[in-house]
């Protein structure tokens, strides 16, 4: 089993940035496919980042492209969410999962775990 722990989300004014972290812990010896998404209230969960096994490809939402990145440490077990320019309507509950393929971009049920989720609320 893998446990992921996300951290970083508060209340921010538009324009602002934020840094979410996501900490693995557990059956982490081998390393994961990790994506980043987001549910608002109402809406259902959307795709956000996702980033390669070995880091080496990244995948974006249109809606954060060019705003938001995505990074991992693996030596940390940790993959982070850089996010610039925040808008109100990136207002939502952020989570990170965690996959056993090699990419698993967009495709929720490619991901094996779920965080717990970190709020975010972009105030404008």
């Known amino acids: 089993q893998v446990r992921l722990v996300e951290s970083g989300g508060g209340l921010v004014q538009a324009g602002d940035s934020l840094r979410l972290s996501c900490a693995a812990s557990g059956r982490t010896g081998s390393s994961y496919a990790m994506g980043w998404f987001r549910q608002a209230p109402g809406k259902e969960r959307e795709f956000v980042a996702a980033?390669?096994?070995?880091?080496?490809?990244?995948g974006y939402a249109d809606s954060v492209k060019g705003r938001f990145t995505i990074s991992g440490d693996n030596a940390k077990n940790t993959v982070y969410l850089q996010m610039n320019s925040l808008k109100p309507e990136d207002t939502a509950v952020y989570y990170c999962?965690?996959?056993?393929?090699?990419?698993?971009?967009?495709?929720?049920?490619?991901?094996?775990?779920w965080g717990q989720g970190t709020q975010v609320t972009v105030s404008s």
């Open positions: 999962a965690a996959s056993n393929y090699g990419y698993a971009g967009s495709v929720v049920n490619r991901y094996n775990y």
């Open positions: 980033i390669s096994r070995s880091g080496s490809s990244t």
